[in-house]
């Protein structure tokens, strides 16, 4: 929804010990795939342990835009009745994508193949985003895109009357862009071949050989090659939605850092291309057991049970960022609390999430009393260590979920508390998380103007 509502200003306060256990919601990656895959899909794709954040209601809003019938049983129990590849109809409405940057270009590349209009807006925080970086490889396939000035929304979609298949280099690492053109490529006729130069994550390529398409990956001299056969008839599925690692991180994290925690996670996705921040955590000496590895809807999962850790301060290399691009923000502050200097290098895709996120950390952790370096493509954070993390401090969230929940973490923490202007992003990836970190422990509440 792109109306961005009523700001809910929102405190954490220093808190005794987290215990006990911590279901995180599904995956949002995978939720926002499975209802545009099973609208793609001839017949009834079933889901359970969908993330029911408003960034995935409105992907799903979009579907039934298009023509497809979704149903929700229950929490986090739904139906798809797809329409088949090629099958869209055009919307009546415009596409409201809300705060969704995966909604509206995975939505983007999937009709911009069909010949049908569709015009696409967001809040205030998806209207600043890039929209070229879809717009521009959806180009070569014979699609029309007219938005606003620098490639913004609200923006109108003309799908190609007469797809042809395309190759194309990514020339960011984005797994939306890498996506939009591998749901474009499937109503081109031929092969339709995506290189990424680093790799990002792999659910789109995942769950479409999963609903029958004709993918194959190598890794060549100039990356992933990818090459998909265009106009399959995609098979419904059964997707079960592994629980969401980005969210995880949020518990995870907090146990690291309040003394005395112990706290499980059960069942957090240990995808290879999303799992960088658990990989970062333990280099830094963090107390994180992976119990009970095992594989739930086609994902590697594990049980994580984490204990309140000294951590040191490290330097997180360039090519690790694709694998935790949305966890920095977290880190940074896991960053302030550990002894020494953690280095973040090769970041600067932070700058057109939801907000810039460099920027956002940065001045939040400053008005917290930590010192922070930034340039372009990197984030220096200077921990406090033994010495603690003062807070004190109100941060500006800048209509960004990650933001909002790491400043909470930060004030469970800090010897004051810290402060939000605005916790009701968090509604859009995790609304289950104040309730579910009351049920540790932790010490945060809506605060009354
Ligand atoms: O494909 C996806 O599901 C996502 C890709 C990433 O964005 P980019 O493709 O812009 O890196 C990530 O930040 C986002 O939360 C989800
Ligand atoms: C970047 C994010 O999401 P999106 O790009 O889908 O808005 C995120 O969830 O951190």
Redesign the pocket.
Known sequence: MSGHGTPIPMSARKSGPLKGRAEVPGD?SISHRSLILGAMAVGETKVTGLLEGQ?VLDTAAAMRAFGAEVTRHGEGDWSVHGVGVGGFAEPEQVIDCG?????VRLIMGAMATTAMSATFAGDAS?RKRPMGRVTDPLALFGARAYGRQGGRLPMTIVGAADPVPVRYVVPVPSA?VKSAVLLAGLNAPGQTVVIEREPTRDHSERMLRGFGAELTVEDTGEGRVITLTGQPELRPQVVAVPRDP?SAAFPVCAALIVEGSDILVPGVSQNPTRNGLYTTLVEMGADIEFQNPREEGGEPVADLRVRASTLNGIEVPEERAASMI?EYPILSVVAAFAEGTTVMRGVKELRV??SDRIDAMARGLEACGVRVEEEEDVLIVHGMGQGGVPGGATCATHID??IAMSFLVAGLAAKRPVSVDDGSPIAT?FPAFEGLMAGLGAQIRRDNR
């Not at 705060?99 to 909604?103: F, H, L, R, V």
Request: net charge neutral.
């Open positions: 949002k960034d705060n969704s940057g995966t909604g998806l939306q980005s949305d999430k939801e979920h990650r990836s």
